[in-house]
């Protein structure tokens, strides 16, 4: 019962950590916002931010499940990773930490939508906001790719519920999203208060997550590869 609490609250965690991250964050209240702006019916709003969020929610899922169970369908990948992969989960939580500090600074290549199509997807109506949601999902900032490569994905290959943890992250990334398009289908004003406040928070979250996996990268470095305890 443990295991699984530990498991499933680590993967929500970082689905919510993405997701309230700068860029990840920036994007998702542009977008649900430009959806607002096209349509007004509020009820219509919030379908809208619902079905773009579930567009990022099962793409953030489809892809951990498919990377999980290919890495673990061959069987010598897997017979590698068993041997191996507890040894180089220890550096893999430190860089990833070191990115989450912004020590380490890596340039992605973005995935650009050009405003005729993003306009055509949100004319769609519901179904355009999915694929929306969907696009938006890979298009990784440098913490979000940190996140869900460097930590959820090794997470699920250690983890006897691996197959699982990419849903509950994608779960994670979806719950703020949403609360930003039940916000501005209710017709809250004040969402840049809170985008400033939440966007503050996550900087502190951030840090404390990074120290957290710098600390547990060392530890499990100590163990398994320097062999001191």
């Known amino acids: 019962m443990t295991e699984i609490l530990i498991s499933f609250g680590s993967a929500l965690w970082l689905g919510i950590l993405t997701s309230i991250s700068p860029c990840p964050l920036a994007t998702n209240v542009a977008a649900i916002s430009f959806l607002a702006k096209k349509i007004t019916h509020p009820f219509f709003v919030l379908l809208s931010g619902i079905a773009y969020t579930a567009g990022r929610m099962i793409t953030y899922a489809l892809l951990g499940f498919i990377l999980v169970n290919s890495i673990l369908g061959i069987p010598e990948v897997a017979q590698f990773l068993q041997k191996y992969m507890v040894k180089a989960l220890g550096p893999i939580l430190i860089v990833t930490g070191l990115i989450l500090l912004d020590v380490i600074k890596i340039n992605l290549p973005g995935l650009s939508l050009s405003q005729k199509h993003h306009n055509k997807l949100v004319e769609a109506g519901v179904p355009g906001a999915f694929l929306l949601g969907a696009i938006f999902a890979l298009a990784f900032c440098p913490v979000s790719a940190a996140l869900f490569f460097g930590s959820l994905i090794p997470l699920a290959l250690q983890?006897?519920?691996?197959?699982?943890?990419?849903?509950?992250?994608?779960?994670?990334?979806?719950?703020?999203?949403?609360?930003?398009?039940?916000?501005?289908?209710?017709?809250?004003?004040?969402?840049?208060?809170?985008?400033?406040?939440?966007?503050?928070?996550?900087?502190?979250?951030?840090?404390?997550?990074?120290?957290?996996?710098?600390?547990?990268?060392?530890?499990?470095?100590?163990?398994?590869?320097?062999?001191?305890?």
């Open 159 to 229: 983890s006897k519920f691996g197959v699982t943890l990419p849903f509950i992250y994608g779960i994670g990334t979806g719950l703020p999203v949403l609360a930003f398009a039940v916000a501005i289908a209710a017709g809250i004003t004040s969402l840049s208060h809170w985008f400033h406040k939440l966007t503050r928070l996550e900087h502190y979250m951030r840090i404390i997550t990074g120290v957290t996996f710098i600390l547990v990268g060392v530890y499990y470095t100590g163990i398994y590869i320097l062999k001191l305890f």
